[in-house]
């Protein structure tokens, strides 16, 4: 009995330790709650983000209207119940300002009730769902919608006499999303879906399914993974020897997300994709901050890295322009129809649906200097998010 | 007849309160008051440790190792999450317990399965059991909201008078009076004759079944009362964070849950109380220092845990109360653990 009388006693001690790290008071400094997946399924993405707020900061300083900009970064495995309760935690404790990051959609989800309730601005900087900014007014976004990215490569592929697709999607909210909007586009243009396959979002085994795609014979398959397993999907894709059988690869462009694209080997070369973002994007704003990215952390960002830089940026530009008024609602109303010049080009902030307005591009995966890059060739100008244009 | 008075007697004995029990209790209590702006992830403990007292009572009382215990906490909250989302109970209580007995259901039906094999073969069967509900609850999407969880859980208030507040304060309490009355009915149930005969079998299934214990029907009977008490802190899980998505019959979940009995150890019902605690503790401290890499530094301080032993750690942790207690009592109050005492 002594041992477990001890224990107690430990364990009680242990909890009242680890639990007394109160809460500081923010006075001259604007706090920012970034819950990224660092760990999980998701890891890649939140790194991306933490990178790139990091480089944001390093460019353009730690103070905005005379505010000190502090970023807490937590971590929540990909689970949506970890997302809520640092969300939650970060809102009552630290009295953050903002919460921003948010890897996948149903992170997205859990935090917003929080939002609404705090009246704490959600900065969407990664997840894709187009839904996501209706779940609460105030939720921004600088990432993407599957939607936008969506419904161009399906109007591409019915004008380049692609008749008939398979689709394979993640299947999660984005995924329905991407798989959605594809068709509706496709098959109105008079394309023809033969097969319709949904893979596990966290089981991302796509052999067997290939077979069934290889099987089907399609022009092409539409893919949609999130960022992350687009590296696997190629892999087993030209394993399975899909790409011999000329089965192209088309799709938004999370499948040849250029963290990854790198490494994917030849049997990436030739796929189209529509998307908001790639490395090789023309413009001097991008050169620049592909080099600096490639200095600070070895290696290429890809677009969960700019939706954070972009991310960053519009906290900044609200700030400046309530003049270090850091309410909910000043920063939500300051963040309505801000547009500025992001590394994948000019973009704005709807202020109807607090959605992203950006290009999207169409590319193709090519060699250049030797290296795998999506490389733009034609260009959507001002996409609106398709799910709510419609309304 | 002076053996069987024996038994009683030391039986009563041992179901008598110990001091160090009530002072636990009183610290976990006191931590709802001290620490107002940690609810949340003092919440998330108390869920934690429900869910290892149940696992607590079939793997430390009766033996059976279960590696998908989070079969039955999903289905605890996915139940008490479809009860909500469609009005068919909105009283949190009542759900919770609904969503308890559901978990007992499907408890005692799988049951039959389990008790079938032995060791690896259990470990095998509830692994399966609870794969196979992750894939369903995938599959039927439509119903459990698949990978994106289910949406639009609102709880009603809490017997109708404590709303879930927003500082988690109502979750906590909630939880925590939960955990404690299902805590005491657990303490009633392994100091009953049934809860004797459990260890009997544990010790040994042929001698037990021999001296007359229903062997199999013992065994139903925890199985059933652990997946009922796995449902509730299921239940309790949904009703506290207003989400549930299929993560909840995770093989992490069920993995966690042996780590959380690891370090706490298992049959004395506070082991899995412990284990939560420190495991949280352990998670949250490490996350904080380095969101990155917190995993590398958990698993070496379970490793670390296994290779030097409990029994050990004890004496260390207690170190310094013990230098404390010499200084103001002498060398006679000192608080020792014996090594020969490690459960």
Known sequence: MFVRSHLLLAAGVVAASALASGPVPAQEVVKIGLIVPMTGGQASTGKQIDNAVKLYMQQNGDTVAGKKIEVILKDDATLPDNTKRLAQELIVNEKVNIIAGFGITPSAFAAAPLATQAKVPEVVMAAGTSVITEKSPYIVRTSFTLGQSSTIIADWAVKNGIKKVATLTSDYAPGNDALKFFKEHFTAGGGQIVEEVKTPLANPDFAPFLQRMKDAKPDAVFVFVPAGQGGNFMKQYAERGLDKAGIKVIGPGDVTDDDQLKDMGDAVLGTVTAHIYSAAHPSAKNKEFVAAYKKAFKQRPGFMAVGGYDGMHLIYAALKKTGGKADGDSLIAAMKGLAWESPRGPISIDPETRDIIQNVYIRKVEKVDGELYNVEFETFKDVKDPGKTKK | ?343
């Open chain 2, 1 to 343: 007849m002076s053996a069987s008075s024996d038994v009683g007697r030391i039986a009563r004995a041992h179901a008598n309160w110990h001091w160090s029990e009530i002072v636990f209790w009183c610290l976990t209590l006191a931590c709802g008051f001290l620490f107002p702006s940690r609810y949340l992830i003092m919440t998330d403990i108390v869920r934690l440790a429900l869910f290892a007292l149940s696992l607590d009572l079939i793997l430390g009382y009766a033996g059976i190792v279960s590696l998908g215990h989070a079969a039955f906490f999903g289905i605890g909250a996915y139940s008490a999450g479809l009860l909500a989302v469609h009005g068919v109970i909105t009283q949190p209580v009542l759900a919770l317990i609904v969503a308890g007995l559901v978990a007992a259901v499907i408890g005692f039906l799988t049951s039959f399965l389990v008790i079938r094999g032995v060791d690896l073969t259990r470990l095998m069967v509830t692994l399966g059991i609870a794969l196979l509900l992750e894939a369903l609850s995938e599959r039927f999407s439509n119903i459990t909201g698949g990978t994106d969880g289910l949406q639009g859980i609102e709880m009603a208030p809490v017997l109708g008078a404590f709303q879930f507040d927003i500082f988690g304060r109502t979750g906590f309490f909630y939880a925590l009076i939960v955990l404690f009355v299902l805590f005491l009915i657990a303490r009633r149930i392994v100091h009953s004759p049934f809860g004797l005969s459990l260890r009997a079998i544990k010790n040994n299934p042929l001698r037990a079944a021999a001296i007359g214990v229903p062997v199999n029907r013992r065994l139903i009977g925890v199985y059933t009362l652990a997946a009922f008490y796995a449902g509730i802190a299921g239940a309790l899980f949904t009703q506290t964070t207003q989400l549930a998505s299929l993560d909840v019959f995770s093989f992490e979940r069920s993995a966690d849950l042996m780590l959380v009995l690891v370090i706490g150890g298992t049959g004395y019902l506070y082991g899995g109380l412990i284990g939560a605690v420190v495991f949280r503790m352990l998670q949250e401290f490490f996350s904080n220092i380095t969101p990155e890499y917190w995993q590398f530094w958990i698993g070496l301080v379970l490793v670390v845990i296994v290779l030097v032993g409990r029994a050990r750690l004890h004496r260390w942790v207690l170190f310094v109360p013990n230098w404390i207690i010499r200084q103001f009592g002498g060398q006679k109050a000192t608080v020792a653990v014996s090594e020969g005492e490690a459960s």
